[in-house]
């Protein structure tokens, strides 16, 4: 059996308070977009990951897939598994590849064994592999709270726009990302400003990463920059980064970022 997970972006990120376990509470709003891995199930004589495409950082044995994989074994006798991974979604870019990749292979294992499992019992196994990652169970758009793994529906259509996401040659580590940003309570939840129009979002939707990631990589600035050069409606850095969206009212071409061979996407 076959899936394509998706990859999403982060509609603005508020770093609320550093909590007791060492994790931080935040505010968010997750949207898919299309950029896609696939994922692929067959049986086999033991269970491994082949990963193709984009390289993966890391031991392939640590794999979210893997994870996911023995997780649902723990509870269900599941034969062995070949899973073949081809990565379109780029890695280290807060695009939340990983966490599409093993939310879409529970989705895939629940199907193809028939393990009837509902919607929130197929979450609850998410939550444990990441923050994000039962998010991608359902995949529509969500205001996300508390480590982020909480949802309220949110009802943000941004399909009359002009989508792109730009990723630089950059890697930015989730870890570095939130030991270097301040925790603080925004002035408006972001629960009340993403249901304003986006012209209005400049300024006011944004992504408590951006300061610390801009000083150390001032590129994922001047992309955010030239993305506001083009005429942008709004831009921001996705998650921790490395990648930076933006939307148009209208289609355009991108002169300035192809000149420097970066990467973008249509969304």
Same mark, same amino acid.
């Given at each position: 059996?076959?899936?394509?997970?998706?990859?999403?972006?982060?509609?603005?990120? #508020?770093?609320?308070?550093?909590?007791?376990?060492?994790?931080?509470?935040?505010?968010?709003?997750?949207?898919?977009?299309?950029?896609?891995?696939?994922?692929?199930?067959?049986?086999?004589?033991?269970?491994?990951?082949?990963?193709?495409?984009?390289?993966?950082?890391?031991?392939?044995?640590? #794999?979210?897939?893997?994870?996911?994989?023995?997780?649902?074994? =723990?509870?269900?006798?599941?034969?062995? =598994?070949?899973? #073949?991974?081809? &990565? #379109?979604? /780029?890695?280290?870019?807060?695009?939340?590849?990983?966490?599409?990749?093993?939310?879409? *292979?529970?989705?895939?294992?629940?199907?193809?064994?028939?393990?009837?499992?509902?919607?929130?019992?197929?979450?609850?196994? +998410?939550?444990?592999?990441?923050?994000?990652?039962?998010?991608?169970?359902?995949?529509? /758009?969500?205001?996300?709270?508390? &480590?982020?793994?909480?949802?309220?529906?949110?009802?943000?259509?941004?399909?009359?726009?002009?989508?792109?996401?730009?990723?630089?040659?950059?890697?930015?580590?989730? +870890?570095?990302?939130?030991?270097?940003? &301040?925790?603080?309570?925004? *002035?408006?939840?972001?629960?009340?400003?993403?249901? *304003?129009?986006? !012209? !209005?979002?400049?300024? &006011?939707?944004?992504?408590?990463?951006?300061?610390?990631?801009?000083?150390?990589?001032? =590129?994922?600035? =001047?992309?955010?920059?030239?993305?506001?050069? +083009?005429? +942008?409606?709004?831009?921001?850095?996705?998650?921790?980064?490395?990648?930076?969206?933006?939307?148009? /009212?209208? !289609?355009?071409?991108?002169?300035?970022?192809?000149?420097?061979?970066?990467?973008?996407?249509?969304?």
């Amino acid at each position: 059996m076959l899936s394509f997970p998706n990859a999403k972006i982060n509609l603005g990120l #508020n770093i609320t308070e550093k909590r007791n376990d060492g994790y931080h509470n935040l505010e968010t709003v997750f949207y898919p977009i299309n950029i896609k891995d696939s994922v692929e199930i067959t049986d086999a004589e033991f269970t491994s990951c082949k990963i193709h495409g984009i390289e993966i950082p890391g031991d392939s044995k640590d #794999n979210l897939c893997l994870k996911a994989y023995h997780l649902i074994k =723990q509870d269900f006798n599941i034969p062995a =598994q070949q899973i #073949n991974l081809l &990565k #379109n979604i /780029p890695v280290g870019a807060g695009l939340g590849g990983g966490s599409a990749d093993c939310a879409f *292979l529970i989705k895939l294992l629940n199907d193809k064994f028939e393990l009837g499992l509902s919607v929130s019992q197929m979450e609850a196994y +998410a939550r444990k592999l990441g923050a994000d990652c039962a998010f991608f169970i359902q995949n529509a /758009p969500v205001y996300a709270y508390n &480590k982020g793994d909480e949802f309220e529906q949110c009802r943000v259509d941004l399909s009359g726009w002009f989508k792109v996401l730009v990723k630089p040659p950059v890697h930015v580590s989730t +870890a570095d990302a939130y030991a270097l940003v &301040k925790p603080q309570k925004p *002035l408006q939840s972001l629960k009340e400003i993403i249901h *304003l129009s986006p !012209t !209005t979002w400049k300024n &006011k939707v944004i992504n408590d990463f951006e300061p610390s990631v801009f000083a150390k990589y001032p =590129q994922i600035h =001047q992309i955010k920059t030239s993305l506001y050069d +083009a005429g +942008a409606t709004f831009a921001l850095m996705s998650g921790s980064g490395s990648s930076v969206f933006a939307i148009f /009212p209208s !289609t355009v071409k991108l002169p300035e970022l192809e000149k420097n061979n970066l990467v973008y996407y249509n969304i």
